[in-house]
């Protein structure tokens, strides 16, 4: 994992949760209420995995992917369930400019991207796991793994700075976490 610098002026906002929480449905949903706005940036994951209807995302080989992250191509980047997932170095130039950045990313580099990065936000979604459960399933998606490791997973210990507890209209969540976008962004 590459990393940006301490001088930015912009957000980058975090949304992280474990599988089949609906990070990305309430993604697409604040990138809605937030429209145009130029002081928002939602950039595409870059994932060595096809995209699919529950994930929408660009797709690079595993061998490109390599090739990218030696060319500085990523601004950071991790592995998780057997894939890499990537953002696009262009998040630290949004940055600079003082854009907030909203990013679904593993729990597992939150720590580190707080490190990196001098205005991080943590966004915390989740969702029984008798929810995640049915979601997980609907999605019908093999390439993920296990179903049932990627439920009883635990994510890395860190306090969010807002949680959002997906259950119910998905619309009540996407307020939500538009309003917190829109909070930095202001």
Same mark, same amino acid.
């Given at each position: 994992m590459s990393g940006g610098d301490d001088s930015s002026s912009?957000?980058?906002?975090?949304?992280?949760?474990?599988?089949?929480?609906?990070?990305d449905t309430l993604i697409a949903i604040a990138r809605d209420l937030v429209g145009t706005n130029e002081r928002v940036s939602f950039p595409r994951r870059i994932v060595t995995r096809e995209s699919s +209807? *529950?994930?929408?995302?660009?797709?690079?080989?595993?061998?490109?992917?390599?090739?990218?992250?030696?060319?500085? !191509? %990523?601004?950071?980047?991790?592995?998780?369930?057997?894939?890499?997932?990537?953002?696009?170095?262009?998040?630290?130039d949004d940055?600079?400019?003082?854009?907030?950045?909203?990013c679904n990313v593993s729990r597992a580099?939150?720590?580190?991207?707080?490190?990196?990065y001098a205005d991080c936000k943590v966004v915390l979604?989740?969702?029984?796991?008798?929810?995640?459960?049915?979601?997980? +399933? *609907?999605?019908g998606r093999r390439a993920d793994g296990d179903a049932r490791a990627r439920l009883d997973r635990l994510g890395e !210990? %860190?306090?969010?700075?807002?949680?959002i507890m997906n259950v119910g209209d998905p619309g009540e969540g996407g307020r939500a976490l538009a309003d917190a976008i829109l909070a930095e962004a202001s």
């Open positions: 912009g957000t980058l906002v975090l949304v992280v949760g474990p599988s089949g929480a609906g990070k +209807a *529950a994930e929408i995302h660009d797709t690079m080989a595993a061998d490109e992917f390599d090739d990218a992250v030696r060319h500085g !191509a %990523f601004a950071f980047w991790w592995p998780a369930h057997g894939l890499k997932y990537g953002l696009p170095s262009a998040i630290d940055l600079r400019r003082g854009v907030t950045v909203v580099v939150v720590g580190r991207l707080r490190q990196t979604v989740d969702a029984p796991r008798d929810v995640r459960a049915a979601r997980l +399933a *609907a999605r !210990a %860190f306090v969010p700075d807002l949680v």
